[in-house]
Every structure is written in structure tokens, then in C-alpha cells.
């Protein structure tokens, strides 16, 4: 079980302070946008760069971005733990999963709320997290979908039937309200962005997110 804050609504101007606050979390969450995937521009390489560089926890980055297949490759060697790629914008998944793994980096495959986990499902093995949106990629804030639990159910079986060590990741509209939702479908990695950087204190937060996930794994 791991709680990755999104940096997505922190204070920019004070990365460092920002990325200390949270510690106690799992994993950073870092959203790449660009412009073209998604209707919203976040940072690009540099950035994320000085942010590996100052965080205190491993970064996972979530690459909302075309042609990933050129680009992701260069955030597993500034240094990103877990590079996340999109389905829909990867035009060889594969090969781009297995490029990144020979990295020494995580391999996420990300999937926006209409699309289905069932292609991928023969080739769960290839990737170490699956990231399933709970809302339209590009902006922080927005509310949970809850239609996409069962997609979260699916891919759980499908990982657990075949004794896969694959991360089940949800992002977009998690909360204190929805966390233990999604766990119970069966996510075990959880992205919350403005539930923890709006909270009066962020630290306090991501423990009681946890807090409210133990108990619920499945
Ligand atoms: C959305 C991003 C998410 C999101 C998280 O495109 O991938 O990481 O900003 O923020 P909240 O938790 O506010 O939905
Ligand atoms: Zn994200």
C-alpha cells in the first residue's frame, strides 16, 4: 500500500518546502504535461531534474505527454524510480516499457477513464504499475469517477489470477472520501493531490489517508 502525493497543486515557488512536507509519503507524484495530450502544461525535464534532486522520497512521475516513446526514456535517467507512459499516446508500449526497465526504472502504463484495461490484460507482466485515471487527465481538483471502479476490479483479478507483483494505481479525485473505495476495488497505490496539499497540514494528511487504507487492502 503506498500514498504518493501529487505535487500538481503545491506551491511552485518553494518546491523544496513543498516536497518536505510530505515526507512520510510512499513516493512523489509528478505530473508532465504538455500541452498536446492534455489541455495543460505543467514542467518539463529540467524541472523534474531539480525536483529528484531536493526530494526526500523517490519520484513517480506520470508522463502526460505525446510520443512518450522518445521522451520517457530521458526521466528514467534524470533519475525518476517509476516512469508512467500513456496507453494512448505510446505507439509501442512495449517496447517502451521494456526499454525503461532495462533502465532500472518502474514501468507504469497509464489509462485515461474510456479507455478499457482489456488489451493490455495478456500482457500485464510487462509493466509494474497500472495507472487508472478516476478523472479526464489535465487538471487537479476535479471529482472522482467512481464508474471507473470496476476497471480497478478487473485489472486487480486479472494481476492476481496470474500471481503478479503489478501496482494498482489510482489518480484524480482521491480523498478522504474516496480512498477507501478505490481500495476496496482493489487499487494499492493512491495519488491525491489537492486532499493533501489544501489540507491545513499535508503531513497530517497523508498519514491519515494511510490510515484509512490500512484495513482495506484486499
Ligand atoms: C490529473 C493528474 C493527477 C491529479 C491529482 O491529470 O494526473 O495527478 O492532478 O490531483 P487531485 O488529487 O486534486 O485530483
Ligand atoms: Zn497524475
Known amino acids: 500500500m503506498r500514498i504518493n ?5 503545491c506551491d511552485f ?5 513543498e516536497l518536505h512536507k510530505i515526507r512520510n509519503a510512499d513516493w512523489a507524484h509528478v505530473d508532465v504535461m504538455d500541452n498536446h495530450f492534455v489541455p495543460n502544461l505543467t514542467m518539463g525535464l529540467p524541472i523534474v531534474e531539480a525536483i529528484i534532486e531536493v526530494s526526500e522520497i523517490p519520484i513517480d512521475t506520470h508522463l502526460m505527454i505525446e510520443d512518450p516513446d522518445r521522451w520517457a526514456p530521458q526521466y528514467a535517467e534524470a533519475g525518476a524510480k517509476s516512469v508512467t507512459f500513456h496507453a494512448e499516446a505510446a505507439a509501442a508500449p512495449l517496447r517502451l516499457a521494456r526499454e525503461l526497465r532495462s533502465m532500472g526504472v518502474r514501468a507504469g502504463l497509464g489509462l485515461k477513464p474510456a479507455t478499457p484495461i482489456e488489451p493490455y490484460l495478456d500482457i500485464l507482466d510487462e509493466f509494474d504499475m497500472i495507472l487508472i485515471m478516476t478523472v479526464e487527465p489535465g487538471f487537479g481538483g476535479q471529482s472522482f469517477i467512481h464508474s471507473m471502479m470496476p476497471k480497478v476490479s478487473r485489472t486487480r483479478e486479472a494481476i492476481d489470477k496470474h500471481g503478479l ?3 494498482v494505481q489510482v489518480d484524480g479525485g482521491v480523498s478522504r472520501d474516496t480512498i477507501e473505495i478505490a481500495a476496496d476495488a482493489g487499487a494499492d497505490t493512491f495519488v491525491a493531490g489537492s486532499a493533501v496539499y489544501k489540507a491545513e497540514d499535508a503531513y497530517a494528511e497523508v498519514d491519515h489517508l494511510r490510515s484509512l487504507v490500512l484495513g482495506h487492502t484486499h
Open 5 to 9: 502525493p501529487s505535487i500538481l497543486n
Open 13 to 17: 515557488s518553494d518546491l523544496k518546502g
Open 165 to 167: 507483483d503489478v501496482w
